[in-house]
C-alpha cells in the first residue's frame, strides 16, 4: 500500500500563483512563501469584505476513538468531489501543531488521495504562525515579570498572575514551575507554568479577530493578573497590545495551499478543540466565503466539543451561519464504541456497529438542535462488510438521516462524488441556525446547558470557589461571553474509557479561565491538560532524515 507521505510527494503541484487565480486572486493579493503557499494580504482580505458570502459546510466526527474517523480527509474529499461536480468550492482547516505531531497523533493535511499539500512543510513550520503566536504570548509573560522587576507601578500581586508561558510541544515537565530563582538580578520568584501554543488565549485571538485593528484591542483587553485590590490588569495596562500585534501582522493573513487535485485551501489558525475552541480563523473562513459558492470545514474532534465551540462560539462571535453538517463515521469506530477490542476490528460484527451507533445517534440529536440538516458520511475502509454498512444505514434510516459512503481516501474526489451531490441536496433543504444558549444566560449556567444537553450530564459540580470566580466575572461584565469546555475528547463525559452514548454523569468543572481578548471563558473539566505530555513512545524517536536528505517517520 501506497504511504500518505509517499502519495503526497509525488503531487503534481500547481504553481500557488495559478491556485490564487482560480479564487479571482491576482499576484499582487498574495504574498508567496516559496512557490507552494502563501499569504492572502491584508489589503486583499479588506477589499472582498463586501462581496456576498457562499454557503458554509462544517464537517465534524463521532467521538475519536483508535480505530480512526478521518474528518480531515473527509473534509479534504468533499471539497474536491465539489469541484468535480462544478461547485467552484475551497476548504479551511486548522495548522498542525508540533506536540501531537512528534507526539502519537501525527499531522493533520489528510490522509491516501484526499491530502493538502505540501504535507511536510503543513505538519512543521510551515509559515511560522504557531512561532509568531508563541512569541507574541511570551513576550506579554517577559513584560509582566519585567514590570514587576522594575518597580511594578500597577500593583500587581504576583500570587495572582494568571499568564503563563507557552511553546508548541508536549512537555509535562513545564506544567508547573517556580521561575526568577537566583536572586535579585532575577526578578521575583513566583509559581507559575507553560501551556501548549494552541491553548494560547492569544491562539484563539488571532482565530476570532476580524482585522488588525480588532487584533490589536483584542490583545489589549487580555487580562493578565489582579492587583492587591484584585482589579484586573491588562495587557494594554502593560503597553504589550501594540508590540503584540507587530509580532503577529504578517502570521495573522491566512495561508492559502492546495488538494493533490490542486484545488484551493485555507490552512490557518489552529486552536485544540479538547482545550480550546478547536476552529480554523475567522478571516480564513471569511475570504473563503467570499471567493466560493461553497467553503468546507471542519471542527475538531468529535462533534460534541468541535461542532458545539465552532456553532456556539466561532459561528456567535464571527456572525456566521452554516447551511449544512456533515457527520462523520468509520465502520471500525462504530465497532469500537460498540465494545469490540481495536484488535478484533478485522472480524464482521454487525451487531457491535448497531450499538456503536449510539454514539452516532446523539451527535446526529446534537447537530439537529442547533437547526443543522445532517448528513452521514461514512469515510469506507476495505474491510468493511455489507451487513455492517446495512446496519449503519438501518439505523440512519430509523433517525431519518442519509448515509453516503465515500471513498476519497483511495479515489480523491472521485470517490466522494455522491457525497458532494448528497451535500449540494441538503444545502438545499434549508436550515434554521441558533446556538445552543443565549448571551444573556448566566455563566455558571451556560456550563451546566452544555454539560446536561450536549453532554447529557445529570449536572456540573464545581467548588464554591469557581462559582465565585464566575459571578465576579458577571459582575466586571464578562457575563455575555460563550463558554469553551475543556475536556477529554474521548467520551461524552470526563472518563476517557467510557466510550459510546453515556449518560446521567457528573463533570466535575475544576478550574476556569478568563480569555477576556478572546471573548469566551474556559472550564476545564476532568483531568484534561492544557499542557499535554508525550506518550512512552513518541514519534519523534521514528522520525528522521533519510540518505536522500528525505523525511521519514513524520506522518
Same mark, same amino acid.
Given at each position: 500500500?501506497?504511504?500518505?507521505?509517499?502519495?503526497?510527494?509525488?503531487?503534481?503541484?500547481?504553481?500557488?500563483?495559478?491556485?490564487?487565480?482560480?479564487?479571482?486572486?491576482?499576484?499582487?493579493?498574495?504574498?508567496?512563501?516559496?512557490?507552494?503557499?502563501a499569504k492572502i494580504t491584508h489589503d486583499a482580505m479588506a477589499r472582498l469584505?463586501?462581496?456576498?458570502?457562499?454557503?458554509?459546510?462544517?464537517?465534524?466526527?463521532?467521538?475519536?476513538?483508535? =480505530?480512526?474517523?478521518?474528518?480531515?480527509?473527509?473534509?479534504?474529499? %468533499?471539497? *474536491?468531489? @465539489?469541484? #468535480? !461536480?462544478?461547485?467552484?468550492? $475551497?476548504?479551511?482547516?486548522?495548522?498542525?501543531?508540533?506536540?501531537?505531531?512528534?507526539?502519537?497523533?501525527?499531522?493533520?493535511?489528510?490522509?491516501?488521495?484526499?491530502?493538502?499539500?505540501?504535507?511536510?512543510?503543513?505538519?512543521?513550520?510551515?509559515?511560522?504562525?504557531?512561532?509568531?503566536?508563541?512569541?507574541?504570548?511570551?513576550?506579554?509573560?517577559?513584560?509582566?515579570?519585567?514590570?514587576?522587576?522594575?518597580?511594578?507601578?500597577?500593583?500587581?500581586?504576583?500570587?495572582?498572575?494568571?499568564?503563563?508561558?507557552?511553546?508548541?510541544?508536549?512537555?509535562?515537565?513545564?506544567?508547573?514551575?517556580?521561575?526568577?530563582?537566583?536572586?535579585?538580578s532575577n526578578g521575583f520568584p513566583r509559581q507559575s507554568g507553560f501551556d501548549?501554543?494552541?491553548?494560547?488565549?492569544?491562539? =484563539?485571538?488571532?482565530?476570532?479577530?476580524?482585522?488588525?485593528?480588532? %487584533?490589536? *484591542?483584542? @490583545?489589549? #483587553? !487580555?487580562?493578565?493578573?489582579? $492587583?492587591?485590590?484584585?482589579?484586573?490588569?491588562?495587557?494594554?495596562?502593560?503597553?504589550?497590545?501594540?508590540?503584540?500585534?507587530?509580532?503577529?501582522?504578517?502570521?495573522?493573513?491566512?495561508?492559502?495551499?492546495?488538494?493533490?487535485?490542486?484545488?484551493?485551501?485555507?490552512?490557518?489558525?489552529?486552536?485544540?478543540?479538547?482545550?480550546?475552541?478547536?476552529?480554523?480563523?475567522?478571516?480564513?473562513?471569511?475570504?473563503?466565503l467570499r471567493l466560493s459558492d461553497y467553503v468546507v470545514t471542519e471542527a475538531?474532534?468529535?462533534?460534541?466539543?468541535?461542532?458545539?465551540?465552532?456553532?456556539?462560539?466561532?459561528?456567535?462571535?464571527?456572525?456566521?451561519?452554516?447551511?449544512?453538517?456533515?457527520?462523520?463515521?468509520?465502520?471500525?469506530?462504530?465497532?469500537?464504541?460498540?465494545?469490540? =477490542?481495536?484488535?478484533?476490528?478485522?472480524?464482521?460484527?454487525?451487531?457491535?456497529?448497531?450499538?456503536?451507533?449510539?454514539?452516532?445517534?446523539?451527535?446526529?440529536?446534537?447537530?439537529?438542535?442547533?437547526?443543522?440538516?445532517?448528513?452521514?458520511?461514512?469515510?469506507?475502509?476495505?474491510?468493511?462488510?455489507?451487513?455492517?454498512?446495512?446496519?449503519?444505514?438501518?439505523?440512519?434510516?430509523?433517525?431519518?438521516?442519509?448515509?453516503?459512503?465515500?471513498?476519497?481516501?483511495?479515489?480523491?474526489?472521485?470517490?466522494?462524488?455522491?457525497?458532494?451531490?448528497?451535500?449540494?441536496?441538503?444545502?438545499?433543504?434549508?436550515?434554521?441556525?441558533?446556538?445552543?444558549?443565549?448571551?444573556?444566560?448566566?455563566?455558571?449556567?451556560?456550563?451546566?446547558?452544555?454539560?446536561?444537553?450536549?453532554?447529557?450530564?445529570?449536572?456540573?459540580?464545581?467548588?464554591?470557589?469557581?462559582?465565585?470566580?464566575?459571578?465576579?466575572?458577571?459582575?466586571?461584565?464578562?457575563?455575555?461571553?460563550?463558554?469553551?469546555?475543556?475536556?477529554?475528547?474521548?467520551?461524552?463525559?470526563?472518563?476517557?474509557?467510557?466510550?459510546?452514548?453515556?449518560?446521567?454523569?457528573?463533570?466535575?468543572?475544576?478550574?476556569?479561565?478568563?480569555?477576556?481578548?478572546?471573548?469566551?471563558?474556559?472550564?476545564?473539566?476532568?483531568?484534561?491538560?492544557?499542557?499535554?505530555?508525550?506518550?512512552?513512545?513518541?514519534?519523534?524517536?521514528?522520525?528522521?532524515?533519510?540518505?536522500?536528505?528525505?523525511?521519514?517517520?513524520?506522518?
Amino acid at each position: 500500500m501506497t504511504s500518505d507521505i509517499r502519495i503526497a510527494r509525488a503531487a503534481n503541484k500547481k504553481p500557488i500563483t495559478e491556485i490564487a487565480a482560480m479564487l479571482g486572486l491576482e499576484v499582487g493579493d498574495i504574498l508567496p512563501y516559496g512557490h507552494d503557499k502563501a499569504k492572502i494580504t491584508h489589503d486583499a482580505m479588506a477589499r472582498l469584505s463586501d462581496r456576498p458570502a457562499g454557503r458554509l459546510i462544517l464537517v465534524t466526527a463521532i467521538n475519536p476513538t483508535p =480505530a480512526g474517523e478521518g474528518k480531515t480527509t473527509t473534509t479534504v474529499g %468533499l471539497g *474536491d468531489a @465539489l469541484n #468535480r !461536480i462544478g461547485k467552484r468550492a $475551497t476548504i479551511c482547516i486548522r495548522e498542525a501543531s508540533l506536540g501531537p505531531n512528534f507526539g502519537m497523533k501525527g499531522g493533520a493535511a489528510g490522509g491516501g488521495y484526499a491530502q493538502i499539500v505540501p504535507m511536510e512543510d503543513m505538519n512543521l513550520h510551515f509559515t511560522g504562525d504557531f512561532h509568531a503566536i508563541t512569541s507574541a504570548h511570551n513576550l506579554l509573560a517577559a513584560m509582566i515579570d519585567n514590570h514587576v522587576h522594575w518597580g511594578n507601578e500597577l500593583q500587581i500581586d504576583t500570587r495572582r498572575i494568571t499568564w503563563r508561558r507557552v511553546m508548541d510541544m508536549n512537555d509535562r515537565a513545564l506544567r508547573d514551575l517556580a521561575q526568577g530563582l537566583g536572586g535579585v538580578s532575577n526578578g521575583f520568584p513566583r509559581q507559575s507554568g507553560f501551556d501548549i501554543t494552541v491553548a494560547s488565549e492569544v491562539m =484563539a485571538i488571532l482565530c476570532l479577530s476580524s482585522d488588525l485593528a480588532d %487584533l490589536q *484591542d483584542r @490583545l489589549g #483587553r !487580555i487580562v493578565i493578573g489582579y $492587583t492587591w485590590e484584585r482589579q484586573p490588569v491588562t495587557a494594554r495596562d502593560l503597553g504589550a497590545d501594540g508590540a503584540m500585534t507587530v509580532l503577529l501582522k504578517d502570521a495573522f493573513q491566512p495561508n492559502l495551499v492546495q488538494t493533490l487535485e490542486n484545488n484551493p485551501a485555507f490552512v490557518h489558525g489552529g486552536p485544540f478543540a479538547n482545550i480550546a475552541h478547536g476552529c480554523n480563523s475567522l478571516v480564513a473562513t471569511r475570504t473563503a466565503l467570499r471567493l466560493s459558492d461553497y467553503v468546507v470545514t471542519e471542527a475538531g474532534f468529535g462533534a460534541d466539543l468541535g461542532a458545539e465551540k465552532f456553532l456556539d462560539i466561532k459561528c456567535r462571535l464571527g456572525g456566521l451561519s452554516p447551511s449544512a453538517t456533515v457527520l462523520v463515521a468509520t465502520i471500525r469506530a462504530l465497532k469500537m464504541n460498540g465494545g469490540i =477490542a481495536k484488535a478484533d476490528l478485522g472480524s464482521e460484527d454487525a451487531k457491535a456497529v448497531t450499538r456503536g451507533c449510539a454514539n452516532l445517534g446523539r451527535h446526529i440529536e446534537n447537530l439537529r438542535g442547533f437547526g443543522l440538516p445532517v448528513l452521514v458520511a461514512l469515510n469506507h475502509f476495505d474491510g468493511d462488510t455489507e451487513a455492517e454498512i446495512a446496519a449503519l444505514k438501518d439505523y440512519c434510516a430509523q433517525h431519518g438521516v442519509k448515509v453516503a459512503i465515500a471513498r476519497h481516501w483511495a479515489e480523491g474526489g472521485a470517490g466522494a462524488e455522491d457525497l458532494a451531490r448528497a451535500v449540494v441536496d441538503l444545502v438545499e433543504s434549508g436550515a434554521d441556525f441558533h446556538t445552543t444558549y443565549p448571551d444573556s444566560m448566566p455563566l455558571w449556567q451556560k456550563i451546566e446547558t452544555i454539560c446536561t444537553r450536549i453532554y447529557r450530564a445529570s449536572h456540573a459540580e464545581a467548588a464554591p470557589s469557581v462559582r465565585e470566580q464566575l459571578e465576579q466575572w458577571e459582575r466586571a461584565g464578562y457575563g455575555n461571553f460563550p463558554v469553551c469546555i475543556a475536556k477529554t475528547q474521548y467520551s461524552f463525559s470526563t472518563d476517557p474509557t467510557l466510550r459510546g452514548a453515556p449518560e446521567g454523569h457528573v463533570i466535575p468543572v475544576r478550574e476556569v479561565r478568563l480569555n477576556a481578548g478572546a471573548g469566551f471563558v474556559v472550564a476545564i473539566c476532568g483531568e484534561i491538560m492544557t499542557m499535554p505530555g508525550l506518550p512512552r513512545r513518541p514519534a519523534a524517536e521514528s522520525i528522521r532524515l533519510d540518505s536522500d536528505g528525505q523525511i521519514e517517520g513524520l506522518f
